[in-house]
């Protein structure tokens, strides 16, 4: 029968200096049924020019719209693509050239199976500074309870089943941010997902990112575990809220003292977490290292 179609979207705005590689890394997979649709967020810079350059491979396609944000983009993508696997390139990143040879094999083996991630690797440009790899669990079946606690799901690793995309509803254009941990958040209530142990995507770090935007990004993040609790009640574990709000609290205590420097806010986060988790180790030693930070800033 072939290999089944992939459908890849590249949402970009204002990305000319990037979106060349991104979608030379899709066009050069080993996996050759491939469709990649550009969603031009109304970028004011060369973007269309330089994508200009890809359309008489019969496989790119370009869809311009006025800015309506990278949720919107994400979606007019989603609803003019065809394949039967949906997969996803930011247009300052790059994925792997093995990444679709080594993902729709597993999809194509087990119907239970709506999502495959992976590891990824990382590209930094100065001044951002440099990456530490990130230590968090990345397990495979029913991850619901694992993924209310943390997006454990590098973005752009993952490939997605169509029919498991269409029954969750695609993105959440009422969010700014975190619109991929609510998407497979959702999923995971009928689906399974695939970790795969090596990586397939390439993310770059540079410091006009949106993902610097951290209190953005954990604003949307409070938003999106109380809409997933209100929606679907029961889904997760009292426990796993309770830790799941308790883990949130901590995390951005830690960016406001050591980041931000707003060391009164980071202690009003760590009285929340401690109030839900009071026995936490981890959190009781943050008390400190935020108390000392807060001292060491003040002395002369």
């Known amino acids: 029968?072939?290999?089944?179609?992939?459908?890849?979207?590249?949402?970009?705005?204002?990305?000319?200096?990037?979106?060349?590689?991104?979608?030379?890394?899709?066009?050069?997979?080993?996996?050759?049924?491939?469709?990649?649709?550009?969603?031009d967020d109304g970028s004011s810079d060369d973007t269309r020019e330089v994508v200009q350059r890809f359309l008489s491979d019969p496989r790119v396609r370009y869809l311009a719209q006025k800015n309506s944000g990278q949720t919107v983009a994400k979606n007019v993508g989603i609803r003019a693509s065809t394949g039967k696997y949906v997969g996803f390139c930011d247009a300052d990143d790059r994925w792997?050239?093995?990444?679709?040879?080594?993902?729709?094999?597993?999809?194509?083996?087990?119907?239970?199976?709506?999502?495959?991630?992976?590891?990824?690797?990382?590209?930094?440009?100065?001044?951002?500074?440099?990456v530490?790899?990130?230590?968090?669990?990345?397990?495979?079946?029913?991850?619901?309870?694992?993924?209310?606690?943390?997006?454990?799901?590098?973005?752009?690793?993952?490939?997605?089943?169509?029919?498991?995309?269409?029954?969750?509803?695609?993105?959440n254009e009422t969010y700014r941010m975190g619109i991929d941990w609510d998407l497979w958040l959702r999923m995971s209530l009928r689906w399974e997902f695939v970790f795969i142990d090596e990586p397939t995507y390439i993310y770059r770090i540079w410091a006009g990112q949106m993902s610097n935007n951290w209190q953005g990004r954990y604003e949307q993040c409070f938003r999106i575990m109380r809409d997933f609790e209100n929606r679907h009640p029961g889904a997760v574990s009292r426990d796993r809220v309770r830790e799941a709000w308790a883990h949130s609290y901590a995390s951005r205590a830690r960016i406001r003292?050591?980041?931000?420097?707003?060391?009164?806010?980071?202690?009003?986060?760590?009285?929340?977490?401690?109030?839900l988790q009071p026995r936490n180790v981890n959190t009781w030693r943050l008390v400190g290292r935020i108390a000392a930070n807060a001292v060491g800033f003040r002395a002369p």
Not at 105 to 118: D, H, I, M, Q, T
Not at 133 to 156: A, H, M, Q
Not at 257 to 275: E, K, N, P, T
């Open 1 to 39: 029968m072939g290999e089944p179609l992939v459908s890849v979207v590249i949402a970009t705005y204002n990305m000319g200096k990037y979106v060349a590689a991104a979608i030379e890394s899709v066009l050069a997979q080993t996996y050759s049924n491939v469709e990649l649709l550009v969603v």
């Open 257 to 275: 003292s050591f980041q931000s420097r707003q060391h009164l806010a980071a202690c009003g986060d760590v009285l929340r977490s401690l109030y």
């Open 96 to 130: 792997m050239p093995h990444k679709l040879a080594r993902q729709v094999p597993v999809l194509e083996a087990r119907e239970s199976v709506g999502v495959v991630y992976s590891k990824v690797s990382y590209i930094v440009e100065p001044p951002a500074p440099p």
């Open 132 to 171: 530490e790899e990130p230590k968090v669990p990345c397990p495979s079946g029913r991850v619901t309870e694992d993924l209310y606690l943390i997006n454990f799901i590098p973005f752009g690793t993952a490939l997605v089943r169509r029919e498991a995309l269409e029954q969750a509803g695609s993105f």
